[in-house]
């Protein structure tokens, strides 16, 4: 019996429907010209077409489950739509009613085709530039920072302003955007006080160290920690940008808040053999001693770097064995 019940009930819908459809079909609005404008968070100002004989217009919008739903009256064109979500995409029609013969109510005349309209989304937001970096978004970061160039001045939630968080991506085309759009090459950090360069040379990113250098960026520059961007290379164990460093004028001899200077990171934070003689090579000091009154070779064997204290031991053998030699040759030329 419920079943029965519930099928005639269904086919009574289903030729509600219908019916509804095919008057709906008879209703066309001839030639219906509409437009949308003025899109902002909250709502959009829709434009159409008049129908003679109509006395006033119903707007419509569709709902997935709930169908039509009527959102507001009017008696002319345009009318702003209000109260809509931000970002979202709307399905909208208009229905031009005029008053019944018997003067008691509004009969449809004719329902226009539907309208897609798009409600505009906030200002964009730190996380919002932050996320299209990551993804490498170039046009996407240069709408959002040409609506908002302030966001240039924001950290993301990883306390990066964006210029830092584009370098550490490695994206070089949002950097050189960034660069262009006027972003600073002396703070990529407010937190920890580091700057672009220090994230370049730290995840070895060579391009960008050199447009930052050319941008007059800091070779000096300390973070927080008393680190230069050439400590932060050498903890990164970035053999060719400590190389490119040295070669344009960072001090090997900087020393960090431990009073570590790069030979003394190098042999800390288990940099490579290679590194250490790059640093060496270039006229490390081996017998200046950190905050603590420690030498590379004590750091060597605190930490267990017995291959870097074997190679110190012999640098500073050969070294000696120099300035004797040299000492020597002096000392033959004045007696001459």
Known sequence: MCSTLEKESNQSEDELGDKLDQEEHKLLWPDFVSRISNPTVNSVQLHWSLLKNASVYSIDKFHK??????????????????????????RLRIKALTVSKDGHRYVPLAISPEIVACTAAALPSTHCLSRAIRKGQQFLVKRMLRRRPSLMEYPASNGFLPLANAIIQGEMCIIDLLLSAGCSVHIGSPGSGRTPLHLAFYYGHLPSARILLNKKARLEATDSNGMTPAHCAVDANQLEIVKFALEAGANAEARDICGWTLLMRAVVMDASMELIKVLVTHGADLAAVDGV????????????RQEAKDYFDEVQKFRLQKSVATADAVTKAQLQ
């Open 293 to 304: 009154g420690k030498t590379c070779a004590d750091l060597a064997k605190l930490y267990h």
């Open 65 to 90: 489950r709930l169908g039509w739903l009527q959102l507001d009256w009017t008696s002319s064109s345009p009318i702003t739509v209000t109260n809509l979500e931000e970002n979202f995409g709307y």
